[in-house]
């Protein structure tokens, strides 16, 4: 990305001076990219194709804010694993319930790695159908772990539920080696980094190589065979840390426990729970207004102008033209009080696999005269 000056003024940009690596770049409100390096004063490479052209206009960089807080004074106390089971009530709920009323994105569960907390979690999940939870497996878990939980937690609808296999040895302050679940390096590189480096998309998977570890010594287990890669991951949905000689460990896959096509892929669970509370947020100027065709009509616009713009960025399907990928095929007033708007859209699907065949072609060199 190369820009000679500011457009719209006589200003020459030093890129050196202003940007830096891991700065999202915008044009207006529209996401270009993430900056991978700033190779001179007027020069800057993106981390991908920017998702919108730049014409005209000022491109701007966002501006995040760090802050920090020490607690003091604290008590754990006693804690038991039931004391994270959901008790529901009004006034005093417990555990899960305790986040009832709550706009939560993901829960996970750090201080307890056990079949009984996962169904737990998994119950007040499906409960609230919003939020997503990560748990992970126990230490030395295998794959007779892994078919194990599957027998538990797998279902045919959707399911909110995401679990990796997997522990960190990480280095301490004092530079010894403890180990860890691997799901505080999953939440912080694929969940926050990954999808921060493309501009904070909802659509993007948390895995693959961006979300390689960056302070992670090694994994239990430290490397598995593809067959047993794959039997976990598609036979018994849990997913996997992968490592890449030269490069180091990420994470290899992105399930739920679901085992249906349409909502195996977690960033495919999240991105719909995004858009339930975005839908939600954006209609809420018709709540107590009259319900005229005007109003229906302001509606269907504002849904068009959300899925036009996730479309534009990649988030639907961008193999069939947007009116294919975002559909109304149903608009129905009931009890004149009472508006049901239907809409079908194609969400975008991670990439799971490669195949690439390599065959002979030595026949080419045989000429007949």
């Known amino acids: 990305m190369d820009y000679a000056y500011t457009v719209g003024s006589n200003i020459v940009p030093n890129f050196?001076?202003?940007i830096e690596a891991g700065n999202v770049l915008y044009s207006g409100t529209d996401v270009l990219g993430t900056v991978v390096s700033v190779e001179g004063a007027n020069s800057l490479t993106l981390a991908n194709p920017a998702f919108v052209a730049v014409t005209s206009g000022t491109v701007s960089k966002r501006v995040d804010s760090i802050y920090?807080?020490?607690l003091a004074g604290g008590d754990d106390g006693s804690i038991s694993e039931s004391d994270f089971y959901s008790v529901y009530d009004s006034v005093n709920p417990k555990g899960f319930a305790c986040f009832d009323g709550t706009d939560i994105q993901i829960l996970a569960s750090t201080e307890y790695h056990s079949l009984s907390l996962a169904t737990q979690l998994n119950a007040y999940l499906n409960y609230r159908q919003d939020a997503i939870g990560v748990v992970n497996l126990p230490l030395n878990a295998?794959?007779?772990t892994a078919e194990l939980w599957s027998y538990t937690l797998q279902t045919t609808d959707v399911s909110f539920l995401a679990a990796y296999m997997g522990w960190a040895r990480v280095y301490d302050d004092n530079g010894y080696q403890t180990v860890i679940p691997v799901i505080g390096p999953v939440l912080g590189a694929a969940y926050l980094r990954t999808p921060y480096q493309y501009g904070d998309l909802i659509h993007i998977p948390p895995g693959g190589l961006?979300?390689?570890?960056?302070?992670?010594?090694?994994?239990?287990?430290?490397k598995l065979s593809q067959s047993a890669i794959n039997k976990i991951v598609k036979t018994h949905t849990c997913n996997v840390i992968r490592y890449l000689e030269g490069y180091g460990y990420y994470v290899g896959s992105s399930r739920s426990y679901s085992l249906n096509n349409l909502y195996q892929s977690i960033h495919i669970r999240l991105q719909t729970s995004y858009y339930k509370?975005?839908?939600?947020?954006?209609?809420k100027f018709w709540e107590q207004k009259p319900n005229t065709p005007e109003n229906v009509n302001a509606a269907?616009?504002?849904l068009y102008n959300l899925f036009s713009k996730e479309y534009n960025v990649g988030a639907l399907e961008r193999s069939i033209p947007f009116e294919q990928a975002y559909q109304v095929v149903k608009v129905e007033v009931t009890d004149r009080k009472f508006v049901s708007i239907k809409v079908l859209w194609v969400p975008t699907e991670c990439t799971e696999g490669i195949l690439v065949s390599l065959?002979?072609?030595?026949?080419?060199?045989?000429?007949?005269?």
């Open 277 to 283: 509370r975005l839908i939600d947020a954006r209609l």
């Open 142 to 144: 295998d794959e007779g």
């Open 68 to 70: 920090t807080a020490t």
């Open 210 to 222: 961006d979300s390689m570890f960056t302070s992670v010594a090694s994994v239990i287990p430290e």
């Open 359 to 369: 065959e002979r072609n030595d026949g080419i060199l045989n000429i007949t005269e």
């Open 300 to 302: 269907l616009a504002k």
């Open 16 to 18: 050196t001076e202003e």
